[in-house]
């Protein structure tokens, strides 16, 4: 049928040129108008007095006359308009706005310049000359061939067929014109004939109002090159061995049916794309985004009211971003459906604030900014990451990364040396981040700034990626049941501030040689979300005031090993042994965790065993704990307990300490000095001997004793230290219980928590076996948070720190916690306060000296910003009050006498 119509057609073309009168340019002279009558003749040289053509006449210039040709009349209408080979002349518009040329053009020679309005219903067919649109707008609604010559395109021009350009005689100059591909059928734009070549639009728009099949098609290995923008409303584009090049906006409306090119968005200028449908949606080429100047924009955007960004619906091809920066609005979601998406050297992508989806495999050479938004790896395919080059490795930050690879294998593979890094959060939906190739010594690196996820498909990892802990802000571990032994590489906490890093479930690590080192960063953990050292070979590193453990950690094997324990921003490590530092003990599971408060409480310092020395002092400001868990009780190790001046309370001769181990029936054992050893800068005594006792009793706690009160005073018992910020100031408030020779109290002051000045002294009691309160004000805080400690000096120069404490003065900072008396009779409620709760809920969870719960509960806090909590049911000691609201804790120590 559709062969029928169209020869249909072709016959009305040649009856009406073949039988459509014919009128002749006759006019004698240079110039003549095309109104004048006398300038016409029926024959070809003939006498004039024709009169001009008219709708249904074929105006032929063939050369009898070669006069210029002045259209003057307001409209013209001709069926056909033919200029031969031996006119020179030129036909121009002189008072003529429209003309309408029916059918078919045919150019061998000579200048034609159209009116304003023009169209051609025909074929147009130039074998030379120039031909010129009109300056406002032209239409062909046919094939148009330019076998010679040169096409000169004004104003917006529409196309509904072919444009064929045979040979590097024809010319198509589109100048800065708007050039329209319409109509229902499809249009072939060839040049050069079978040879590649190359056809250039300034402003081109394609509308076909047809099926897919009407699409749009370049010749072979032909390139269209759009110099300013590419509108693609309606249609397609089918050019699998074409090339697309666009040299500003490129937008895609939302009835396009996609492109099959390869495309290219290049030029000086800023670019906008617009995507309200994808580019590619059934066959795949690649694209390129390479701008002439570096510093050139190309934004992506889209009207959907889904906010959704995606360019591609195929995951078949590459996208190279050569040069130029990439950006997206903050709040638009961001699919990539690519093979492979490549950032070069020159080239930076400024990400969305929300999401955005990578398919492929990831490629950064150049700069990538994460804007606080989410990266999505998510493909059915295994896939790699690099930056940098072959010689040089880099690191990509984003933001938040989620991994989501449900291939049989999930290989998500960081090049070797390369560090995929998450500023925030990272999690693992399903797959793993591989490294090929990779070793415990020759590393891939994985590094997170905030929450760390695997969720229950989540693989586990190989020994050659390596997960670092990174930045300032609080982080959580959330290892999903069947992942917590997920991570299998070295591990390394390098935060610039103490975190900390909470563990929400369980850490096993159980691959010989893996590291754990600690530099920066603490670590909080949990009898049910503990850090297991599952095996002999695995090992922590390292460990200072700003990074350690706070929390229980399990240790299985029979290697000597030290546990990297610490609270309330001192390091406590303890280790255990054979007979020397590094001698192996008998294989069991141990238990361990420290606490920087005075153990009296729960493990009365007055209780000792009668074999101990009379003149024993048990240490006031810390103890360990230190449990065999495993089935069978298996004979105990030497135990080396970490000891350092300012932390222990001054300890100046350490020959005359010894390690103390409360043991049924329920007093102080020494178990004595059984050497000294200092170890990656840290000082340890040992008990003396192994199997001289057992670490699987009901409390199974250990500190450090001395027989030499002079040497190693301890001198003063701290109660409390507590700092408010108020009325500009801030207020410090410290009690003690036992003072000996006490000179003087030393407040001192950071920015950072550890570098200290002082800002002023308060005198001590002396010698006193009672309660004694202290307070000082600070009159000048520093902005923001200042941290504060107090240096307690004997008369004799020995000196010994108080806890750090954190006082904020910002209005928008966290406000200190403060509860109130402290000390505490049972029968008076404690008082909480800070003044960022004002009318706020709060969890409060009240702790033994041992980290028992022995009362928890939600307090709604008044417009004072304080509440109150009973505690008369609790004995007399220590305890430590813990609040929790929007996942931020405070924990403050309170006794009750």
Not at 91 to 104: E, K, L, V
Not at 509 to 534: C, E, H, K, R
Not at 750 to 766: E, P
Request: net charge negative; proline share 4%; with cysteine.
């Amino acid at each position: 049928m559709r062969r029928l119509v169209h020869l249909s057609i072709l016959l009305l073309f040649l009856s009406v040129s073949g039988y459509a009168q014919s009128k002749y340019w006759v006019a004698p002279g240079a110039s003549g108008n095309w109104s004048n009558a006398a300038n016409w003749s029926l024959t070809s040289g003939g006498a004039g007095g024709a009169g001009a053509p008219i709708a249904g006449q074929i105006a032929v210039f063939n050369g009898a006359s070669l006069a210029n040709c002045q259209l003057d009349l307001p409209s013209i209408t001709v069926t056909a308009l033919t200029v031969a080979a031996g006119y020179t002349g030129t036909i121009s518009p002189a008072g003529t706005t429209n003309m309408t040329i029916r059918f078919d053009v045919n150019i061998s020679s000579g200048t034609v310049i159209l009116p304003a309005v023009s169209s051609v219903g025909g074929i147009y067919t130039q074998n030379g000359g120039t031909f010129t649109t009109g300056a406002t707008s032209g239409s062909f609604a046919n094939i148009v061939n330019i076998n010679n010559g040169t096409l000169n395109v004004n104003g917006t021009v529409s196309f509904a067929n072919n444009i064929n350009i045979p040979t590097a005689a024809g010319v198509l100059n589109t100048g800065t014109s708007t050039v329209v591909l319409e109509g229902t059928g499809g249009t072939l734009i060839n040049n050069n004939g079978a040879a590649p070549g190359t056809t250039t639009f300034y402003n081109l728009t394609i509308n076909k109002t047809s099926a897919v099949a009407n699409a749009v098609a370049f010749g072979t290995a032909d390139q269209v090159i759009v110099q300013n923008d590419l509108t693609l409303i309606d249609g397609a584009i089918a050019a699998s061995t074409g090339n697309l090049q666009v040299g500003r906006n490129l937008t895609i409306g939302a009835a396009f049916n996609g492109a099959f090119t390869n495309l290219t968005l290049n030029g000086a200028a800023d670019a906008v794309v617009t995507v309200d449908a994808p580019f590619i949606n059934a066959n795949s080429g690649s694209t390129t985004i390479n701008k002439a100047n570096p510093g050139s924009q190309v934004s992506f955007v889209t009207n959907l009211p889904t906010n959704l960004i995606n360019f591609s619906t195929l995951t078949t091809n590459t996208l190279n971003i050569t040069q130029g920066t990439v950006n997206f609005p903050t709040d638009n979601n961001v699919i990539w459906n690519f093979n492979a998406f490549n950032i070069g050297a020159n080239a930076t992508v400024s990400a969305s604030a929300n999401t955005m989806t990578f398919q492929g495999s990831f490629h950064n050479f150049g700069t990538f900014t994460a804007n606080n938004g989410t990266v999505a790896f998510v493909s059915g395919t295994n896939r790699s990451y690099s930056v940098g080059t072959s010689l040089q490795n880099g690191t990509t930050t984003f933001y938040n990364v989620i991994l989501n690879n449900t291939n049989a294998d999930g290989s998500f593979n960081i090049e070797l040396g390369d560090r995929l890094a998450a500023a925030n959060d990272l999690t693992v939906v399903s797959g793993y981040f591989n490294a090929i190739g990779g070793s415990l010594t020759n590393q891939s690196y994985l590094s997170v700034g905030g929450a760390l996820t695997l969720q229950s498909a989540a693989k586990a990892m190989p020994l050659g990626i390596h997960l670092e802990f990174i930045g300032a802000n609080p982080q959580s571990v959330n290892l999903a049941a069947g992942t917590t032994s997920h991570i299998n590489g070295n591990i390394s906490l390098l935060k610039t501030a103490p975190g900390p890093i909470t563990f929400n479930s369980a850490m096993v690590l159980d691959v010989v040689g893996q590291q754990m080192q600690f530099t920066g960063g603490v670590l909080v953990t949990s009898l049910t979300n503990i850090l297991n050292f599952a095996t002999n070979g695995v090992v922590a590193l390292g460990g200072n005031t700003g990074s350690y453990v706070d929390g229980p950690i399990s240790r299985t094997g029979f290697t000597a090993f030290t546990f990297p324990t610490g609270d309330g921003e001192f390091f406590g490590p303890i280790h255990i042994s054979g007979g020397g530092f590094n001698a192996n003990i008998p294989s069991a599971t141990y238990l361990a965790q420290y606490f920087h408060v005075n153990p009296d409480g729960s493990f009365p310092i007055d209780q000792q065993s009668p074999t101990n020395p009379p003149d024993l002092k048990v240490s006031e400001v810390e103890y360990w704990s230190l449990d065999q868990t495993s089935g069978t009780p298996v004979p105990g190790p030497r135990v080396w307990l970490s000891f350092e001046s300012v932390r222990s309370g001054g300890i100046t001769d350490p020959t005359t300490i010894g390690v103390t181990a409360w043991t049924n029936p329920g007093f102080w054992q020494l178990v004595g000095n059984g050497g000294l050893q200092n170890v990656g800068g840290i000082d340890y005594v040992s008990s003396a001997n192994t199997n001289n006792f057992t670490v699987t009793q009901a409390s199974p706690v250990f500190t450090l004793s001395t027989i030499d009160e002079v040497a190693n005073p301890l001198p003063v018992t701290w109660l409390s230290f507590t700092g408010r910020y108020s009325n500009g100031a801030v207020d410090l408030n410290w009690s003690t219980s036992l003072e000996l020779n006490n000179e003087e109290y030393t407040i001192e002051r950071s920015a950072d928590g550890h570098n200290f000045s002082s800002i002023g002294t308060v005198a001590g009691v002396g010698n006193t076996t009672n309660i004694s309160r202290y307070s000082f004000k600070d009159t000048n805080p520093l902005a923001g948070s200042g941290y504060y400690r107090i240096k307690q000096t004997d008369r004799d120069g020995k000196f010994s720190y108080s806890d750090i404490i954190r006082v904020s003065n910002g209005e928008v900072a966290l406000k200190g916690l403060r509860i109130f008396p402290n000390p505490i009779s049972g029968n008076v409620p404690l008082t909480i306060e800070n003044g960022n709760w004002k009318n706020k809920k709060v969890t409060v969870t009240i702790y033994n000296a041992i980290g028992g719960i022995v009362r928890q509960e939600q307090l709604v806090f008044g417009a004072d910003s304080r509440a109150k909590i009973n505690v008369d049911a609790l004995q007399k000691g220590s305890y430590f009050i813990t609040t929790s609201i929007n996942s931020e804790k405070q924990t403050l120590q309170f006794f009750i006498q």
